[in-house]
Every structure is written in structure tokens, then in C-alpha cells.
């Protein structure tokens, strides 16, 4: 899939954080060789090939850029892991370690690194994680317009559907979820919308990128979230990636019996296998969502497959 | 004129004494500013888990002054700029024992590689070694320091008596 054609946005910012966090070696192929924009991720794993995610589909990083050879790719260091998670740290891992003992770091202009290692624990309790064995850098990407084809289908004249936005890791859930929310505000449509941004992936810090109505809860569980985002910031819209657990379906509903719409995704790769996942029946059952997207990588990440309604009725696609 | 060419004498070999003592001072101030740092670091990452670079670029002037640039060269290495090794690190600093960089080197490179409650036991393990380092480095500065500069002087004077 051609991303540039669908309007990604090339990120300095982001290219900043890269330079900072990655050897200089893998730095200077990843820029000299391989176009920034149209990764989505590099995956490193000591003693392993360094392997990039691009449009879907994935390489190794060798020398002269991409390879399908293994015998040409660059294989990763568990001191070179280290290193990358301690820049990302801001050379602090101590400062992110709330965030390192859910498996993840995330960076200045929305780098989120995904953590393998040995995770310690104490008295039942995560406290924290060593012994890094691999991590997986997620570039976000800003696709303008991602949303606008399915936009008039989850808006109505006083709000917006309450919406599920469906689909594997990896095919633009959180893309989808930001270019809403810019779309809602370059459209003028004055709703007052809280971000709930659980793992700080949402907004990417750029100027407009969530909009002019927008208010943002970060790295808070969505039950706390929801609880004292609805007390006080008294939103018309809430928007979070990722529901999950129980908690969060409880969150959900909270917000709902409050009169706040709730734009959310989740993981799972079709609309019939969504009433299987655990804590979701009576989200089904109350038809409490009104509107699910449904997203696929089968052109690439972001690919609409459709959009359904409460009765899993395909309305569009 | 005489007079005059026998007080520089004195004032030289003075100087000279300075300049040995200034050494063992150095070394006691350097010792000194870095226990000040392992307090500082102590406190700020267990309230506030500040960010390594913003802690040694909020030093006080002093302390600053008294690492003798090892700070600059942390910060150059916080800033992807040299790599941590221990000629890099001690870069210009030349009153330091090999076997006292060998107990300040890992120290450095032990900052921000572990969580709140690891850190902090680093540091205070280390902070008892760098005060030890400290008593002797002071001991030895209040031995020898003002040692230097009236050895300086008795040279200067015996000079002096010489040439008289």
C-alpha cells in the first residue's frame, strides 16, 4: 500500500527520537536506504535478524537497506536492546518504569516501544523488567483523511454513535481513532472530546493533531479514566484505544449510563469472533455500541472493511 | 633591585608549592561535589524521577566547578555525542588515581539502568564508597596541601639565603 498516496505525513519529530534511540549504524541505513514513512515497525531481537514491518509486510534491515536474504540482514545485541530502551528512557529508565512494568515506553512524539525480558515480581506485584531480549518500535503514522470515508456513518446531527473501531494489531486502530478526532474539529463540530490515552499513543504532540476541543488523560487506566475524566472535564465524547479487560467494559458503561458517547477499538480480526471475546457480551447483548469499523491489513494497515450497526448489519462496504 | 629579585624568588617557590597543594585540593572538592551528586541524585529520583540530564544540568554553580567537567562529559554522552568510556569520562581531569577511576567510572555507568528502588541502592552503595574516597582524599589534602605551600616557601627562603 502506497502510504504516501493516502497522505501520510512525513514526521521530523519522530525522526529526531529515531536518531536518538538507535545506534548510529542502523540509524544512518534506516534514513540513507529506507524511507521513514513507510515503516511501521522495526523489530529487534538479540541474537536475531533486525526485521521491519513495512505496509504490512515484512524484511530485514541489511546493509543496503531491505533484503529477503538472512544471510544480508544485521542481527541485533542484547547491549544494543539495552541501549535502545535506555535512550528511549531518556537515559531514565527509573523515570518510565510504571511504563516498562506494563511492557512498554513510550517516547516525545509517540514512539511506543514494546518491551520482552524477564519481568520481576514482588509480593504478587509486576516491579519491574530486566534482562531486555527484544523490542518492538512502533512508528505511528499520521494518515490524513483515514477516517473521512466512514465518518458520516458513526456522526449524527446531536453526537456521535457510540463506535468500535475492530481489528488485528497492527492495521491502523489508533491512526483511524486520531484522524477522527482531527476530523471532528477541522469540521467545526464544537464536542467536547476526551482522549483517554492509556499507553500515551493517541496524540503524537503535533500542533492540531487532536484538535482544538479536545482534552487529554494520560498512562490512567480507563476505569479511573473514565471516572474522573466524566467529573471533570464533563465530555461529550470519550476516545480510547484498546478495551480490553473487564474493567474497561465496566468503563465503558459507566460513560454510557452518563450520556457520553465513547469512540473505543479493540483487537480482533472479525465482527463474528467480537461477541466470543471474553467481557464483551453485554456490550453485544445491550446493543451498546451503535456502530462497529471494521479494519483489515489486506491492502495494507488502515484498509476499511466495513462499517456495521448495532445488529452487525453492514451499512457501507 | 636585589630585594626585589629575592621576593619573587620567594613568591615563586611559593607559587610552586600552591600548585602542588591545589592538586590534593581539587581531589577533596572533586570527592566532595560527588557525594553532593549522589545525595542530589537520591532525592530527585525517588520524588520526582527526574530525568538524568535535567538533574546535571540543574547543579549548583559549585559543585559543578568542583567536578571538573566530568559532568560536561556525562552530559555529552546523555547526548549521544562520545561514547561511555573511561578516557572520555576523565577527559582532562588528571588528580585522579587509576583505582579511583575504577571506582567512579561504574558508577556512571550504572545511572538510569534500573528502576527507583535499584537505583537508589546503587547510589547509596556507591555514596559510602565516594565518602571514604573523600576522607582519605581530605586527609591527605590537609597533610599535604598546606604542606606543598610552606615547603614552597622554606625553598624560596633557603634560596634567598643562598644567594644573600
Do not use: W
Not at chain 1, 514526521?11 to 513507510?38: A, G, Q, R
Not at chain 2, 613568591?11 to 551528586?37: E, H, T
Not at chain 2, 528502576?115 to 574516597?133: A, G, M, P, W
Amino acid at each position: 500500500m502506497n502510504l504516501k498516496k493516502m497522505g501520510a505525513v512525513d514526521y521530523y519529530e519522530e525522526n529526531i527520537m529515531l536518531k536518538k534511540i538507535l545506534p548510529d549504524k542502523i540509524y544512518e541505513i534506516l534514513s540513507e536506504k529506507v524511507n521513514f514513512k513507510f515503516i511501521n515497525e522495526i523489530r529487534v531481537r538479540a541474537g536475531k535478524p533486525i526485521v521491519l514491518s513495512i505496509g504490512g509486510h515484512r524484511v530485514f534491515l541489511g546493509e543496503k537497506g531491505t533484503t529477503g536474504n538472512i544471510k544480508d540482514a544485521i542481527f541485533a545485541s542484547k547491549i544494543m536492546i539495552e541501549d535502545i530502551i535506555f535512550r528511549a528512557s531518556e537515559c531514565s529508565l527509573y523515570s518510565v518504569n510504571e511504563q516498562i512494568k506494563r511492557g512498554f515506553i513510550v517516547t516525545a512524539g509517540g514512539l511506543r516501544l514494546g518491551l520482552g525480558g524477564d519481568l520481576i515480581e514482588e509480593n504478587d506485584k509486576i516491579k519491574t523488567m530486566t534482562n531486555f531480549t527484544s523490542v518492538n518500535i512502533r512508528i505511528p503514522h499520521e494518515i490524513k483523511n483515514c477516517s473521512l470515508s466512514t465518518f458520516d456513518l458513526i456522526t449524527k446531527k446531536d453526537g456521535v454513535y457510540n463506535t468500535l473501531v475492530v481489528s488485528p494489531p497492527g492495521a491502523g486502530k489508533t491512526t483511524y481513532l486520531r484522524d477522527f478526532v482531527c476530523q471532528l474539529s477541522e469540521r467545526n463540530y464544537a464536542y467536547n472530546v476526551l482522549i483517554l490515552d492509556e499507553r500515551g499513543e493517541l496524540d503524537l504532540g503535533k500542533d492540531n493533531c487532536i484538535g482544538n476541543f479536545s482534552d487529554k488523560i494520560s498512562f490512567a487506566r480507563k476505569k479511573i479514566g473514565f471516572e474522573n475524566g466524566i467529573r471533570s472535564l464533563s465530555p461529550n465524547l470519550i476516545v480510547t484505544d484498546e478495551l480490553g479487560q473487564s474493567e474497561d467494559v465496566d468503563a465503558v458503561l459507566y460513560a454510557v449510563n452518563c450520556g457520553v458517547s465513547v469512540l473505543a477499538s479493540v483487537h480482533c480480526d472479525s465482527i463474528e469472533n467480537l461477541a466470543n471475546k471474553p467481557f464483551f457480551e453485554k456490550f453485544i447483548q445491550d446493543k451498546i455500541f451503535k456502530r462497529f469499523v471494521l479494519l483489515s491489513l489486506r491492502n495494507g494497515p488502515g484498509t476499511i472493511e466495513g462499517v456495521y450497526n448495532e445488529n452487525f448489519a453492514r451499512i457501507r462496504c | 633591585m636585589k630585594y626585589v629579585i629575592l621576593t619573587a624568588v620567594v613568591i615563586l617557590c611559593g607559587f610552586i608549592g600552591y600548585l602542588f597543594s591545589r592538586k590534593y585540593k581539587q581531589r577533596s572538592n572533586f570527592f566532595s561535589a560527588l557525594i553532593l551528586l549522589c545525595q542530589k541524585f537520591d532525592v530527585e529520583i525517588n520524588y520526582s524521577r527526574e530525568r538524568l540530564k535535567n538533574i546535571f544540568l540543574s547543579l549548583d554553580e559549585k559543585i559543578k566547578k568542583n567536578l571538573s567537567g566530568i559532568d560536561k562529559n556525562y552530559l555529552l554522552y546523555l547526548d549521544k555525542e562520545i561514547e561511555l568510556e573511561k578516557s572520555e569520562l576523565f577527559k582532562n581531569i588528571g588528580f585522579l588515581k587509576e583505582s579511583e577511576k575504577d571506582v567512579i567510572f561504574p558508577f556512571f555507568r550504572t545511572l538510569g539502568r534500573s528502576d527507583v528502588d535499584s537505583q537508589s541502592k546503587e547510589i547509596k552503595n556507591y555514596l559510602t564508597r565516594f565518602e571514604s574516597l573523600f576522607s582519605s582524599a581530605d586527609a591527605e589534602n590537609k597533610k599535604y596541601g598546606t604542606l606543598s605551600i610552606k615547603l614552597g616557601v622554606i625553598l624560596g627562603l633557603f634560596l634567598v639565603v643562598i644567594f644573600v
